[in-house]
């Protein structure tokens, strides 16, 4: 059956991935939704067409391996029909990847499927709309699409969450260079180690992230709703400074909350994105398939399995992994963050862990 594509698109431009996909999607989806972008007119730059699992396959890079890596390796020692059908077991497996990825992006909406014609002689019309989530990510990021003014003010506590919350709008956008931004983070940090005010029950560079949650509680948002809330940022500049003063009641239990949502969400993430691009993994001559990930001595475990689950082996997830897959460590809470930038400290500590209890074992039983 033959597919056409349809692209709900602005016509002042040429075709781009929105900056809200970033957001909503994760990378599997990502690298699909951008093949079928880069296929979309490429015969004559006119006339839009969809690209079959196979070529949204070739535009991802599933399937393939790299030279030095373990599959790599084990292809070379293969007949050359032993090679062929290798290769064709792992495109097999990609195109089912793509096709699985197709699947959850008709799900939440953002490729739509429309069959036109009669039995027999139908097209299907494969709609991507870029406008999918706009409002949702413009409503959650109001703050970042205005110029907000704020007024002068005495307290540097305050002060220095307005500018934290000001160097994660620019990061977001774009609009800081690397260079930049570390200066201005190492700045900050000396006012903070020079500030001889109280403790404040969350940390100050969590302030801002606090308030965030709070105003996004579904107790705040029935209030908004209500109209009991009219003014949002006033309210949640309200909280800011009540959070400052050691005034919020209950600012240490939404911290907390907020701290447990993140690592929720970094497993979520980490773990989705492993059955999408790395359902596989080649053990001696075993296909070990993924299982689950758990989060434990401060690092990530992925479990993998063969198919009759009568063999199963653990795998640490690396730092190299975890900045890929994730999103920078200065957007999580200071207890995450520093969770992120220790990871590869942990991994050290958990293989001497293991080293030291290999070698414990091998006294007792000797």
Known sequence: MKQNLRIIKPKTRPIQIEPWFFRYL??????VVAAILSHAD???????????????????????????SKAYEKYEKLSDDEKIKFKNEKIKNAIITVANIKKSLEKIGLLKREYVGQKGK????????????????????????????????????????????????????????????????KNLSNKLNASNTENSQVP??????????????????????????ENKEAYKKSI??????????????????LVKK????ILETLTISLEQNENENFYQKNILYFK??????????????SKDKNFSKQYIISDEKIKYYLHSSYFYTKQNKELLDNYNQAIKDYQDLLKKSQENSTRNTS
């Open 122 to 185: 139908q097209i299907v019309y494969m709609t991507l709309d870029l406008e999918w989530k706009k409002e949702q990510y413009l409503k959650e990021h109001d703050e970042f699409f205005n110029d907000v003014i704020y007024e002068n003010s005495k307290d540097e506590k305050e002060e220095i969450a307005k500018e934290l919350a000001e160097l994660q709008r620019l990061n977001e956008e774009g609009n800081i260079s690397k260079d930049n931004l570390a200066n201005r983070l």
């Open 42 to 68: 490429i015969k004559d730059r006119q006339s839009n067409s969809f690209p079959s699992n196979r070529v949204i396959a070739f535009y991802c890079g599933f399937g393939n391996f790299e030279k030095g």
């Open 240 to 257: 800011i400074k009540s959070i400052s003063n050691n005034s919020f009641n209950g600012a240490d239990k939404y911290y907390e909350a």
């Open 204 to 229: 100050l560079e969590d302030i801002e992230k606090v308030a965030t949650y709070i105003m996004n509680t579904s107790k705040v948002q029935n209030k908004i709703d209500e109209g009991i809330i």
């Open 262 to 265: 993140e690592q929720k969400d």
């Open 26 to 31: 994760n990378e599997g989806q990502l690298k």
């Open 292 to 305: 689950d990930l758990i989060f434990t001595n401060n690092i990530f475990l992925a479990t993998y399995q």
